[in-house]
């Protein structure tokens, strides 16, 4: 079972740069520290920044499952 860390830097990978305004506009985490968190170089955000990528992330893959 990947964590909570492992899906966060899979999704930021998945979705790719081009779509990270998009993330950012919606979940207010900066494009500058998801490109941080999905190369590596910012190993333990904050718990505030996980919740938020991990919700708007959450709630738009259940989205594109509909």
């Known amino acids: ?20 305004p998009a993330i950012q506009e919606g979940s207010g985490v900066s494009v500058h520290l998801m490109r941080k968190i ?7 955000p904050g718990i505030k920044t996980v919740e938020k990528l ?7 893959e259940s989205q594109e499952d509909a």
């Open 38 to 44: 999905a190369y590596g170089d910012r190993k333990n």
């Open 1 to 20: 079972m990947e964590s909570i860390s492992e899906y966060l830097v899979r999704k930021l990978k998945e979705v790719g740069p081009a779509g990270w």
């Open 54 to 60: 991990y919700a708007w992330l959450r709630e738009n």
